[in-house]
């Protein structure tokens, strides 16, 4: 290979390589995200309250709730190997998909608990994703 092209193939993989330390140094770390989560506002509410704003009009709900902090009380209406189906109005449901399903294992249907999370746009349902059980 002809010294004139090493040299610029070795200076672009430097920047590379350098701008992938900058960017994990910069980054928060997950205890720093873990933290800033715990201090936002929360926005408190069942499960039926949450289902019934869906479904009464699911483009203002999106535009309320999509990426704030949610603390939902709920009967579980299913468990699967990645998520809770909490019950809410008739024909309704909000999924909790947890970061870590381990949390979730002693639970049966029809119990009640609270989790948070963060509300996205589900492709069935709303879903509360990285949910966790309060402490």
Sequence with gaps: ???????????????????????????????QKEQAFDK??????????LSNEYDDNNAAFYAKYTNKKIEMTGSIDDI???????????????????SDMSSFLNFRKGDRTTVVGRIKKGIFAPELRNCKLKK
Excluded: Q, Y
């Design 80 to 98: 699967s190997e990645s998520f809770i189906t909490f019950d809410g109005k008739l024909g309704s449901r909000i999924d909790c998909h947890p």
């Design 1 to 31: 290979m002809n010294s004139n092209v090493k040299h610029p193939i070795l200076m672009v993989l430097a920047i590379v390589f350098g701008l992938i330390i900058i960017g994990a140094i910069m980054s928060p770390s997950e205890a």
């Design 40 to 49: 936002e506002e929360v926005i408190v509410m069942s499960s039926v309250e």
